[in-house]
């Protein structure tokens, strides 16, 4: 015969909890972070986000993006694969890259430049 287990409402919602914050503690183990700066004749607010980075994939898939000032930083919780780190600001200035997340967090300095 099979077995048939109780759990009342307080012992489930304990039970959810504790699986929120282990899929969280996951995520916040790799990722990427980093600090975006100008170089001359380039602006701020600088727009930064991170796209998949797979080449079956005729269009970027974008997961993530900030607006950072010049100098400032950011960081983006994600899970180990490939992605695309890009950055552009209004006077046309840009930034791009693959990035390999792996299971920690990727140190990134991001240079705008006039294209």
Not at 38 to 67: A, F, N, Q
Request: charged share 25%.
């Amino acid at each position: 015969m099979g077995h048939w287990f109780c759990v009342d409402r307080e012992n489930m919602k304990a039970l959810v909890i504790s699986l929120c914050l282990l899929s969280l503690s996951a995520w916040s183990a790799s990722g990427l972070k980093g600090v975006a700066s100008s170089s001359e004749g380039c602006s701020s607010p600088i727009m930064v986000w991170v796209s998949l980075d797979k080449e079956d994939y005729k269009e970027r898939l974008l997961l993530m993006h900030t607006e950072v000032p010049a100098g400032g930083s950011f960081q983006f919780y994600l899970k180990p694969g490939k992605y695309q780190l890009r950055a552009s600001d209004q006077k046309g200035c840009e930034f791009m890259k693959s990035i390999n997340v792996k299971e920690n967090v990727v140190l990134e300095k991001i240079k705008m430049v006039k294209k």
